[in-house]
């Protein structure tokens, strides 16, 4: 009980040391800020819906999070370190049970009107309490929360049910825009379609499939932010487009991520008017098999599946073309929940005899029944980097084992709904991206009836290891934890994992004061970020 105790009085001690680091992100740069200015971006997708509580899709968190603020954030400048944003200042019970957020003065809707502790009430009411007929995808994020209460217009207080490892770093989520309540008293899910933000921009147009735009907002409660005029991105799921977008100067960035050659492509033409920032990444790209359908109900036509990938040649080709670089488990390689290689090595799929692995998955899938293999569609979305060429990588690796898939791109909106909604699927190119490296994130889809669990799989050992991981104060009890779920996953060959992405972030040298994290959801509001003349 000693030892609980003092974990828990480090957990309180660290919360009252981040409540004091609460202001906003200062530039650090030498130049002095440039006002002015509209930001031209591409990206690779337009938005299933505009509603950050309810996808899970850069298309939708890159497009809006600049019209929005958060509870907290993670750092802009200084991944992952969590400071203020609607919240000034905030501290954690000793028994870490509780936690108090102040609400910054003077914060007011692009509407007008002002952002209370009831709005931030009704926003996490939403996520952590959906009413019948709205999807929170993060929902089990919160497992940790009781209530979330009012007291007063400028307090917020979470309630939990029993200390959490990580739920400061989940309430500082980018996904988690505050919303005034009055409009999701009306609908709750009128933001699907429309925007009310208290951002530093403010809404101006959007044709879908092509532009969105939003302008300067001059109430931004951050005083002399945002100095850029507006934003504006340009759609193309067509990579090529985009680098030749970028390489003419129409677009200035793309947050995301461009693929080797077309970076190299980009540095040789323009010199050094381009800037490239190179980021490992929080991003896991795999296949989801539907576990409700034959033959993928078998565990032995799953591993044969896993076993017929080979990575270690695969993030040598894809690198180059797709982002696609690491070989890892569930959690980002070489973080702090990582699986040792030694440990990777042995699970099924990831030992580096490739001609061993073959013949062990021909010898199962004969086992199973289907000795010449079988056919099979692979649906997928329509991005090529890396969704495509990882889609046609697996599809060649599968056919020398004697499978034969289809490959089927989806736009976004279809994909989700096929793949996360429906279930209507045999197998799917299924992207793990998150904004922090925490197993809460990364493993809760893979736990009995999770919006994510794509697989729709279950298995009572991994709900009650992710329930526990959870409530671990200690890192070492944790990461134990978490790797026992990792090898719980991919020994049943629940999931298919592939490869660990990586970012290659080209902008323009004049887009000044952007710091690329190892995501492309968090530093998104662009508040900060400046142009320089040319």
Same mark, same amino acid.
């Given at each position: 009980?000693?030892?609980?105790?003092? =974990?828990?009085?480090?957990?309180?001690?660290?919360?009252?040391?981040?409540?004091?680091?609460?202001?906003?992100?200062?530039?650090?740069?030498?130049?002095?800020?440039?006002?002015?200015?509209?930001?031209?971006?591409?990206?690779?997708?337009?938005?299933?819906?505009?509603?950050?509580?309810?996808?899970?899709?850069?298309?939708?968190?890159?497009?809006?999070?600049?019209?929005?603020?958060?509870?907290?954030? =993670?750092?802009?400048?200084?991944?992952?370190?969590?400071?203020?944003?609607? +919240?000034?200042?905030?501290?954690?019970?000793?028994?870490?049970?509780?936690?108090?957020?102040?609400?910054?003065?003077?914060?007011? !809707?692009?509407?007008?009107?002002?952002?209370?502790?009831?709005?931030?009430?009704?926003?996490?009411?939403?996520?952590?309490?959906?009413?019948?007929?709205?999807?929170?995808?993060?929902?089990?994020?919160?497992?940790?929360?009781?209530?979330?209460?009012?007291?007063?217009?400028?307090?917020? #207080?979470?309630?939990? %049910?029993?200390?959490?490892?990580?739920?400061?770093?989940?309430?500082?989520?980018?996904?988690?825009?505050?919303?005034?309540?009055?409009?999701?008293?009306?609908?709750?899910?009128?933001? %699907?379609? *429309?925007?009310?933000?208290?951002?530093?921009?403010?809404?101006?147009?959007?044709?879908?499939?092509?532009?969105?735009?939003?302008?300067?907002?001059?109430?931004?409660?951050?005083?002399?932010?945002?100095?850029?005029?507006?934003?504006?991105?340009?759609?193309?799921?067509?990579?090529?487009?985009?680098?030749?977008?970028?390489?003419?100067?129409?677009?200035?960035?793309? !947050?995301?991520?461009?693929?080797?050659?077309?970076?190299?492509?980009?540095?040789?033409?323009?010199?050094?008017?381009?800037?490239?920032?190179?980021?490992?990444?929080?991003?896991?790209?795999?296949?989801?098999?539907?576990?409700?359908?034959?033959?993928?109900?078998?565990?032995?036509?799953?591993?044969?599946?896993?076993?017929?990938?080979?990575?270690?040649?695969?993030?040598?080709?894809?690198?180059?073309?797709?982002? /696609? %670089?690491? #070989?890892?488990?569930?959690?980002?390689?070489?973080?702090?929940?990582?699986?040792?290689?030694?440990?990777?090595?042995?699970?099924?799929?990831?030992?580096?005899?490739?001609?061993?692995?073959?013949?062990?998955?021909?010898?199962?899938?004969?086992?199973?029944?289907?000795?010449?293999?079988?056919?099979?569609?692979?649906? *997928?979305?329509?991005?090529?980097?890396?969704?495509?060429?990882?889609?046609?990588?697996?599809?060649?690796?599968?056919?020398?084992?004697?499978?034969?898939?289809?490959?089927?791109?989806?736009?976004?909106?279809?994909?989700?709904?096929?793949?996360?909604?429906?279930?209507?699927?045999?197998?799917?190119?299924?992207?793990?991206?998150?904004?922090?490296?925490?197993?809460?994130? !990364?493993?809760?889809?893979?736990?009995?009836?999770?919006?994510?669990?794509?697989?729709?799989?279950?298995?009572?050992?991994?709900?009650? /290891?992710?329930?526990?991981?959870?409530?671990?104060?200690?890192?070492?009890?944790? %990461?134990?934890?978490?790797?026992?779920?990792?090898?719980?996953?991919?020994?049943?060959?629940?999931?298919?994992?592939?490869?660990?992405?990586?970012?290659?972030?080209?902008?323009?040298?004049?887009?000044?004061?952007?710091? +690329?994290?190892?995501?492309?959801?968090? *530093?998104?509001?662009?508040?900060?970020?400046?142009?320089?003349?040319?």
């Amino acid at each position: 009980m000693r030892r609980h105790r003092t =974990i828990i009085a480090v957990v309180g001690l660290c919360g009252l040391l981040a409540s004091l680091v609460v202001v906003a992100p200062a530039t650090v740069q030498a130049e002095t800020p440039r006002r002015g200015g509209v930001l031209l971006a591409a990206i690779a997708a337009d938005a299933p819906s505009l509603d950050p509580h309810q996808e899970q899709t850069f298309a939708t968190i890159e497009l809006v999070a600049p019209l929005y603020s958060t509870l907290i954030q =993670i750092d802009p400048l200084s991944y992952p370190k969590i400071i203020g944003d609607a +919240a000034s200042e905030w501290k954690i019970a000793p028994d870490g049970l509780t936690y108090t957020f102040k609400l910054r003065g003077g914060i007011r !809707f692009h509407d007008g009107s002002p952002l209370t502790a009831a709005d931030v009430k009704a926003t996490y009411d939403k996520i952590v309490f959906p009413p019948a007929g709205v999807r929170s995808i993060r929902k089990n994020a919160y497992g940790a929360i009781a209530s979330v209460e009012a007291p007063d217009a400028t307090t917020v #207080v979470f309630k939990l %049910k029993y200390p959490s490892a990580s739920l400061l770093g989940n309430l500082a989520s980018p996904w988690n825009v505050i919303y005034p309540k009055k409009y999701l008293d009306r609908d709750p899910n009128y933001f %699907k379609t *429309n925007v009310v933000g208290s951002g530093p921009f403010k809404f101006k147009s959007y044709t879908p499939g092509s532009t969105f735009e939003g302008e300067r907002n001059p109430d931004y409660f951050v005083k002399d932010r945002p100095y850029l005029d507006g934003y504006k991105f340009f759609v193309s799921t067509e990579t090529s487009v985009r680098a030749a977008t970028l390489r003419s100067g129409r677009a200035w960035i793309e !947050f995301r991520t461009m693929p080797q050659s077309e970076v190299e492509s980009i540095r040789k033409q323009l010199g050094d008017k381009v800037v490239v920032q190179d980021t490992a990444a929080t991003g896991l790209f795999g296949i989801a098999m539907n576990q409700t359908a034959k033959p993928f109900t078998d565990i032995r036509v799953r591993k044969a599946l896993t076993l017929g990938i080979d990575r270690y040649t695969g993030s040598r080709v894809l690198y180059p073309i797709a982002s /696609l %670089k690491d #070989v890892g488990a569930l959690m980002r390689p070489a973080t702090e929940f990582a699986m040792s290689e030694s440990e990777l090595q042995k699970l099924p799929g990831f030992g580096r005899d490739m001609e061993k692995n073959r013949a062990e998955a021909r010898r199962l899938l004969a086992e199973a029944g289907y000795p010449n293999g079988f056919k099979v569609v692979l649906k *997928n979305r329509n991005v090529r980097v890396p969704y495509i060429d990882f889609g046609v990588f697996v599809i060649q690796e599968w056919r020398k084992i004697g499978i034969e898939a289809e490959h089927r791109p989806l736009e976004t909106a279809a994909w989700f709904a096929d793949g996360r909604d429906r279930g209507s699927f045999e197998v799917i190119v299924n992207g793990v991206f998150n904004y922090m490296d925490d197993p809460d994130l !990364f493993l809760e889809r893979y736990t009995t009836g999770d919006t994510n669990n794509w697989g729709r799989f279950s298995d009572p050992r991994i709900d009650d /290891l992710f329930a526990r991981q959870t409530r671990a104060l200690d890192p070492a009890e944790r %990461k134990r934890l978490v790797n026992d779920i990792e090898k719980i996953v991919l020994e049943n060959a629940y999931h298919i994992p592939g490869l660990w992405w990586a970012r290659s972030v080209v902008h323009w040298a004049k887009v000044k004061n952007y710091v +690329a994290p190892p995501n492309h959801y968090s *530093n998104q509001k662009l508040q900060d970020v400046w142009l320089a003349e040319d």
